[in-house]
C-alpha cells in the first residue's frame, strides 16, 4: 500500500493550522506598557506569613542583624499567689463547745474585734462562777480591812490583825484579776463582764472574734458543730497585699538576695508581668525537690491577684553574650511573640521567637537565631499590619 501525497494547496493549510495552535499554547509575557503601574506586592500565595515589601515598606523597616549583648539569663520557676501570712490570722476556739451562731461568710470583709461566732460551753460557766467567787470574797474582805480600822482605831485590835487582813485582801483581788483574765480569753468581751460583776447573771456563750481586719478567705465550721481550742475555724487576710511564692531549684538559688526585685507573670491576666520585691529565701533546701523557697511581696492594688492563681516568676541569672532584638522587632499575637526575618532579598516572614523580659529598651533571644539571620530591627508592627491586611484581601 503506499501513502498519497497531500495536495499543496492542503498541506499550507495543515501548517497554518499547527502554527496557530503552537502560538496558543506558548506562555508569552508581555511587558506592561510604558507609564503603566506594576500591581503591589502581596503576602505570599504559598504562605500567609509572608510579605514582599513593597517601595513604601522598604522605606520605613530597618532590616539588619541581630546584635549581641552581655545579658543575665532569665530563669522561669513556676509558683502560685498565696495569702500574706504576716498580714492573716488563723482563729480559733478558746474553749470547747458548740457553735451556736456563725456570722462570716466566704469572701466578707470583717474589722479587727468584729465577732464572726458565739460557742456555748460548760468550761465557760464554770468560769464566770469563779469569777464571781473570787468577786464576792473580794467585797467581804474590803469591808473587813474595813472595819479592822475601827477597830483598831478604837484600840480593840492591834495592828497586827488589820495587816493580816489586808494581805487576806490583796489575795482576793489577785484571784479576782485572775478569773477576770480567763474570762477575757475565752471570749467573753469587757462590757458583758462589767455585766456579770453587777447582776451576777451567768451568760452561756462567749464570742469569737477576728483578731485582724481583711477578707474571711476559709470557713471550715457549720452551725452547730463541737469546736476544741486546737481547731482552725476561719482564716482572715488582708489582700491588698500578697505573696508570690516558687520553689527555685538549688542551683539556682544563688542569684536571688531577700530585697531584689523580679518580675511575676500571671497567665489568668493574659501574661501580664508585674514587679516584686523578694521578701523571703528560704535557709534550708527541700531535701525531696532539691528546691529553695523563696517568696516575693506583691502589692495587689485592685484586687486583681487571687490566692491560689498560678504564676511564673522571672529571676536574673548567669550573665552571658547573647543575642538581643529591640523592643519594636517584636510584634505579639496571640500567645505568642514574633519577629520578621528576611527569607530572601525585599521578602519577610513571620518568625516566632522565645524572648526575655524588656531590659532597657531590647529583649534577649532565648533560643538564638542562626549567626546570618536578618531581622526587621525597626518598623515591625507596621509589617505586622499591612501583612495581615493583605492575607485578608488575599481571600
Not at 494547496?9 to 507609564?35: F, Q, V, Y
Not at 460551753?121 to 467585797?139: D, G, K, M
Not at 487576806?168 to 483581788?173: D, F, I, K
Not at 553574650?321 to 505568642?336: K, M
Request: with cysteine; net charge neutral.
Amino acid at each position: 500500500m503506499t501513502r498519497q501525497a497531500l495536495p499543496p494547496r492542503h498541506r499550507a493549510a495543515l501548517l497554518l493550522a499547527l502554527i496557530l495552535i503552537a502560538g496558543c499554547s506558548r506562555e508569552t509575557s508581555t511587558p506592561p506598557p510604558p507609564g503603566a503601574m506594576a500591581p503591589p506586592p502581596t503576602a505570599s500565595a504559598t504562605d500567609p506569613l509572608e510579605l514582599v515589601l513593597d517601595e513604601d515598606l522598604k522605606r520605613r523597616v530597618i532590616i539588619d542583624l541581630a546584635p549581641t549583648r552581655r545579658v543575665a539569663d532569665t530563669i522561669r520557676i513556676a509558683g502560685r499567689l498565696e495569702a500574706n501570712q504576716n498580714r492573716s490570722s488563723r482563729i480559733g476556739a478558746p474553749i470547747t463547745g458548740r457553735l451556736t451562731m456563725i456570722d462570716a461568710q466566704i469572701g466578707q470583709l470583717v474589722r479587727s474585734g468584729q465577732t464572726l461566732a458565739e460557742i456555748n460551753s460548760p468550761e465557760l460557766a464554770q468560769a464566770q462562777l469563779n469569777f464571781l467567787r473570787a468577786h464576792s470574797q473580794t467585797q467581804l474582805l474590803a469591808r473587813a480591812v474595813e472595819r479592822a480600822k475601827l477597830l483598831l482605831d478604837a484600840d480593840v485590835i492591834g495592828s497586827a490583825e488589820l495587816q493580816r487582813r489586808q494581805g487576806e485582801l490583796v489575795v482576793a483581788q489577785a484571784e479576782k484579776r485572775a478569773a477576770h483574765d480567763q474570762l477575757r480569753a475565752l471570749g467573753l468581751s469587757e462590757d458583758r463582764l462589767t455585766l456579770l460583776e453587777g447582776t451576777g447573771q451567768i451568760q452561756p456563750t462567749a464570742e469569737i472574734s477576728a483578731t485582724l481586719g481583711g477578707t474571711v478567705i476559709e470557713r471550715k465550721v457549720a452551725l452547730g458543730q463541737v469546736v476544741n481550742p486546737a481547731d482552725v475555724l476561719f482564716v482572715v487576710a488582708d489582700l491588698r497585699a500578697l505573696w508570690a511564692a516558687a520553689e527555685i531549684p538549688e542551683q539556682d538559688a544563688q542569684f536571688v538576695k531577700p530585697g531584689q526585685r523580679v518580675q511575676i507573670e500571671v497567665p489568668a491576666l493574659d501574661n501580664e508581668r508585674f514587679q516584686g520585691r523578694v521578701a523571703l529565701v528560704a535557709d534550708v533546701v527541700n531535701p525531696e525537690t532539691r528546691t529553695v523557697r523563696v517568696v516575693v511581696d506583691l502589692e495587689n492594688r485592685g484586687g486583681r491577684f487571687k490566692p491560689s492563681m498560678l504564676i511564673t516568676m522571672l529571676v536574673e541569672g548567669r550573665v552571658a553574650e547573647r543575642q538581643v532584638v529591640p523592643a519594636s522587632a517584636v510584634v505579639r499575637e496571640g500567645n505568642g511573640d514574633f519577629v520578621y526575618l528576611e527569607v530572601r532579598p525585599g521578602v519577610l516572614r513571620m518568625t516566632p521567637v522565645d524572648i526575655g523580659p524588656e531590659r532597657d529598651g531590647v529583649h534577649a533571644l532565648l533560643k538564638p537565631l542562626p549567626a546570618d539571620a536578618r531581622i526587621a530591627l525597626d518598623g515591625a508592627f507596621h509589617v505586622n499590619n499591612v501583612r495581615a491586611q493583605r492575607a485578608l484581601d488575599a481571600r
